[in-house]
């Protein structure tokens, strides 16, 4: 029940007397007098008395009252300001955090000034100040010496300061071991951390301990991989329990690195050539990496997918299973893990032989893991397809124009040739019912022209699949060639061809010469005369 004194002190806060206002804001702020502490009413009440020019009231709001009891950071700027002034380190944290989150609109917003309030509060000794700051720079929004304040704070005992000191360390040292194109005992992937990065592993284990929660505590799987990851550098025995922790609640990429672990360590990229430490050993089971690949792998950790890709393909093991090993390689490929697309294409080539649309099938695959930054796949790619130009010459283009005046289908045909550096027997026997394979030009006229070869074009710019289709509405109605464009020989249709290229004053074998430009043949003479429209 509240007291006499501070229920007068009611009645003359709600009569606007500042002095009853602020005594009544102050009992507010820690309880007293009957009443219990309520922060949204200690700042209401504290906030009117400093409307009214009550100094004390304007400190005890920067000083006591959090940025969560504040209804309107605009509204209280002003009473924060007064207490930073006045030098109170918490209302300058307040104030900081405001600024960095924009809190107080349109050029409220000073990250120097932010900082520099920080700065000042952490140099009084304010821990919070000192965290916030030591966080900034771990985030990279402070300068990377104030994180010096961070280690301050955690030194005397702040958890918080401890558990962001150990998180900073973990990504900067690279302790995860973990990287999206990661492929399962690659030897060139050792550990090529520099000293840096060394140092900074060390101190995230150091951190990790000391921010480590007490016994029988429920760890989180993210806090046990890491710590999982932490322990394989230095002891692999201590680290499987804390894998397996975090992949029974889950954790994809734990059970990805168990899997590792019972495979053989060795599997394990980034672990580092240098000496053994203790506990290096662990029991090698690949039943046991089987049960925890598979586990990531539904996941979708496609590492894992790849991983059993590998086992799949152990030799004298029992469950050696090719049939398993090709489902697995195809789910790592479609999740998007470069080398299994690398690989899958690779087998697919070999067994396509000659055959067009296992070459297809090959070169998508190949360009997707070009496409995903696979070196090798990129060479593949050009060496087993062709390419055209970009987009047509000003010679060329004239020669297009020129040739649509007497014949439309022929123009759309000319101009595939310039664009997927097609020959003259390519240009004027393709057929563009199959011809358009989505990324690639299929350019098959084996039928008609016995001599030719078979090859895919790839199909790279806007201009080129404008002119495919553009070429697929002149040359086809309802999907049958038009009767300007259908039939006859190749032959007949090359007399044709020349009588209208003698018209608009072109040598045919400019077709040719094209084609042999764009293959890079150095000993080809431009042909193609510039026309006038």
């Keep these: 029940m509240a007291s006499r ?48 020019g009550s100094a004390k ?15 309107s950071p605009l509204r209280a700027r002003v009473y924060f300001e007064k207490a930073a002034q006045a030098g109170s380190a918490a209302a300058a944290t307040v104030l900081a955090g405001w600024e960095f989150a924009g809190a107080l609109g349109p050029g409220g917003s000073d990250g120097g ?28 929004q402070a300068p990377a010496e104030d994180l010096a304040w961070l280690e301050r704070a955690a030194e005397r005992g702040d958890k918080e300061a401890v558990t962001v000191l150990a998180e900073h360390y973990y990504g900067m040292g690279r302790c995860d071991l973990w990287r999206l194109d990661q492929v399962p005992g690659q030897p060139e992937d050792a550990d090529r951390r520099n000293a840096a990065e060394q140092q900074a592993a060390r101190l995230a284990l150091q951190w990790h301990e000391v921010a480590w929660p007490p016994p029988g505590a429920a760890v989180p799987a993210e806090r046990a991989y890491e710590r999982g990851c932490l322990l394989l550098r230095q002891h692999q025995r201590a680290a499987g329990p804390w894998l397996e922790t975090a992949a029974e609640a889950g954790h994809g990429r734990a059970a990805y690195l168990l899997g590792l672990l019972y495979l053989g360590a060795s599997y394990i990229n980034g672990l580092g050539r240098d000496a053994v430490p203790r506990g290096r050993w662990f029991p090698r089971s690949y039943p046991r990496a089987a049960h925890w690949l598979e586990r990531a792998a539904s ?4 590492e894992a997918d790849l991983a059993l890709f590998v086992l799949h393909g152990l030799r004298g ?80 283009q004239a020669a297009v124009w020129a040739l649509a005046r007497h014949s439309l289908p022929f123009a759309a045909r000319l101009e ?17 019912r199959d011809a358009d394979a989505g990324d690639f030009l299929r350019v098959d006229v084996s039928a008609s022209y016995g001599k ?23 040359v086809l109605a309802d999907g049958r060639p038009v009767p300007e464009d259908a039939g006859g020989s190749y032959a007949s249709r090359r007399n044709r061809f020349v009588s209208l290229c003698r018209k608009i004053g072109m040598d045919p074998a400019s077709v040719d010469a094209a084609a042999e430009r764009c293959f890079g043949s150095p000993d080809v003479v431009e042909k193609i005369q510039h026309i006038g429209a």
């Design 416 to 432: 595939l040739a310039f664009l997927f550096a097609l020959r003259l027997h390519e240009c004027l026997l393709l057929d563009l």
């Design 299 to 302: 996941g979708g950790v496609a």
């Design 5 to 52: 004194k501070i229920l007068k002190a009611i009645k003359g806060a709600r009569l606007g007397d500042a002095e009853a206002q602020l005594e009544l804001g102050t009992c507010y702020l820690e309880g007293g007098e009957g009443l219990a502490a309520n922060l949204p009413s200690a700042y209401r009440w504290l906030s009117a008395a400093a409307d009214q």
């Design 113 to 140: 000034a932010a900082i520099r309030r920080l700065r000042g509060a952490a140099e009084k000794g304010f821990l919070p100040a000192q965290v916030e700051l030591g966080r900034l720079a771990a985030l990279g």
């Design 452 to 474: 030719a070869r078979c090859r895919l074009v790839r199909i790279e710019t806007p201009a080129q699949r404008e002119a495919l289709e553009r070429a697929r509405r002149l």
């Design 317 to 396: 093991i029992s469950l050696r299973d090719p049939g398993r090993q090709e489902i697995c390689l195809l789910r790592a490929a479609e999740a998007g893990h470069p080398q299994a697309r690398f690989l899958l294409a690779e087998s697919i080539w070999r067994q396509a032989a000659d055959g067009l649309d296992g070459r297809l099938q090959a070169l998508r695959w190949w360009r997707r893991a070009a496409g995903s930054g696979h070196c090798g796949a990129r060479e593949r790619l050009l060496r087993h397809s062709d390419g055209g130009s970009a987009e047509l010459g000003a010679g060329q």
């Design 57 to 71: 009231a304007a400190w005890l709001i920067g000083e006591k009252v959090p940025a969560s009891a504040v209804d």
